[in-house]
């Protein structure tokens, strides 16, 4: 049983540029979960989605950046316009239900802008 | 504000040594604590996780911690440590769906 898988691992972008970042949950799990973590610092939430909805959008900066998790294919994190302070790592986990109290991680993306 | 607090960003010890990495939290409803360990350029994996029933909660590679609700705290131990322990650690509580984590603590094991 495969678990979280994220993909890119790693991705560079320059200023101004677009990100893509997208997390396949476990089999059966349809909760996901991005977190961000910046250097130095702890993971912090970002968007809590279902199929084909947003549950909390809480954690998400008010611009550039949107979460979609659709139908059929994985859940994607878009970053619009890169700025450095966007370099960090970003982690997606997935849950089997909502209120269930495990969240399985998945290796993350190390996004880097130059 | 729900927080948690990890009071050392970094704990050097010896090999065979005990260890306890200390996690304060501050909630006013029921918590569902956890600690995860993260190893260099990897994700997390959970080591252990208290939900209800016995304060003491045993995790995986001999690592176990204690919820203690007056003191508000879920302090993570190992009797004896090993290099292989050398990672960053978190501790975390459940908020509704979102997990809200501390800064982390920096476990370095030296032979």
């Known amino acids: 049983n495969a678990g979280v898988m994220q993909n890119p691992r790693h991705l560079v972008r320059r200023r101004g540029q677009e990100a893509r970042l997208r997390c396949s949950p476990m089999?059966?799990?349809?909760?996901v979960y991005w977190y961000r973590q910046l250097p130095e610092e702890g993971l912090k939430f970002m968007v809590y989605?279902?199929?084909?909805?947003?549950?909390?959008e809480s954690g998400m900066p008010k611009e550039r950046f949107s979460a979609e998790f659709p139908k059929e294919g994985p859940s994607i994190l878009r970053i619009q316009q890169v700025v450095r302070g966007d370099s960090a790592a970003y982690f997606c986990?997935?849950?089997?239900?909502?209120?269930?109290?495990?969240?399985?991680f998945g290796p993350g993306t190390r996004l880097t802008v130059t | 504000a729900q927080s948690v607090t990890q009071l050392d960003s970094q704990v050097p010890v010896f090999e065979e040594a005990p260890v306890e990495l200390r996690c304060n939290y501050s909630?006013?409803?029921?918590?569902?604590l956890f600690w995860y360990v993260q190893y260099p350029n990897q994700g997390l994996q959970l080591l252990l996780k208290?939900?209800?029933?016995?304060?003491l909660v045993k995790g995986i590679n001999g690592f176990e911690a204690e919820f203690n609700k007056s003191q508000t705290s879920f302090h993570l131990r190992k009797p004896s440590v090993h290099i292989s322990d050398t990672a960053e650690y978190f501790c975390?509580?459940?908020?509704?769906?979102?997990?809200?984590f501390g800064t982390g603590t920096r476990l370095q094991v030296f032979p």
């Open positions: 986990a997935s849950s089997l239900a909502s209120g269930s109290h495990e969240q399985y």
């Open positions: 089999k059966g799990h349809s909760h």
């Open positions: 989605l279902q199929k084909e909805n947003i549950i909390d």
């Open positions: 909630s006013s409803v029921s918590v569902y």
């Open positions: 208290y939900l209800s029933g016995s304060t």
């Open positions: 975390a509580f459940l908020n509704t769906d979102k997990l809200i």
